[in-house]
């Protein structure tokens, strides 16, 4: 069976600043995506971020990046230059390539970002 | 664009009542999620489906059902709903191949009193 396991529960960080968030997983698949997910208070669950297992460079977008270390099943989010917008919590989420097409979600880290 | 929709955003109700919330994707997605999301904590997948006339239950137990008669149309009900089903109920769809990515809809939140 899969986990996704976020261990931070809370972080907050200084406007401007920049921020790493965690996320261990387990798998013994070798085909699958990992994501990051954010949702602001009261808002809609967006995608954050995306990462293929099977390639090696690290996704970007924008001020979002991953440190995606397979063998190690980490896969955490940095966020540089965080700007009060983006308070909220974030979830790491993992899916198979094929078989249930069930998406494993963590339990998420609520981010503050502080003026 | 990706497009989901959830009906009713908000609602009140009393216990014992039959309650349906409503999900719609414009995306042709086959897949479709309900999740239920206490506010703040994490999701619990309580239904899936594969697509039309196919449904299967998550990992949560609910005394919810679901339906999937059109591509687009994804429906929760509760037959009798009671205090403990107050939470946040978020639908999602995917395609699979590609990219992925699940898109969320806004949610009901549901009390019932």
């Known amino acids: 069976a899969q986990t996704v396991t976020q261990s931070q529960p809370e972080m907050s960080v200084q406007e401007a600043e920049t921020v790493t968030l965690s996320c261990t997983y387990d798998t013994s698949e070798s085909n699958y995506y990992l994501f990051w997910y954010k949702q602001p208070p009261s808002r809609q669950m967006i995608l954050v971020i995306r990462q293929e297992a099977y390639k090696q460079q690290n996704a970007t977008e924008n001020r979002f990046s991953v440190n995606f270390q397979k063998a190690a099943k980490s896969f955490s989010l940095k966020i540089s230059d965080s700007q009060l917008g983006d308070t909220a919590m974030y979830f790491c989420a993992f899916t198979l390539t094929s078989g249930t097409y069930k998406y494993i979600f963590g339990t998420g880290t609520r981010l503050k970002v502080l003026a | 664009e990706a497009d989901i929709y959830q009906t009713p955003r908000y609602l009140v109700i009393g216990t014992g009542k039959k309650i349906t919330l409503e999900c719609s994707q414009t995306?042709?997605?086959?897949?479709m999620y309900w999740y239920q999301q206490d506010p703040g904590m994490e999701l619990h997948l309580i239904h899936y489906s594969y697509g039309v006339n196919s449904t299967e239950k998550g990992d949560l137990s609910s005394e919810s059902t679901v339906s999937r008669i059109r591509t687009e149309h994804f429906p929760l009900t509760l037959e009798s709903a009671r205090p403990s089903h107050t939470s946040q109920y978020l639908c999602?769809?995917?395609?699979?191949?590609?990219?992925?990515?699940?898109?969320f809809g806004p949610g009901t939140r549901l009390t019932v009193t």
């Open positions: 995306m042709g997605h086959d897949k």
């Open positions: 999602a769809s995917s395609v699979a191949g590609g990219i992925y990515e699940q898109y």
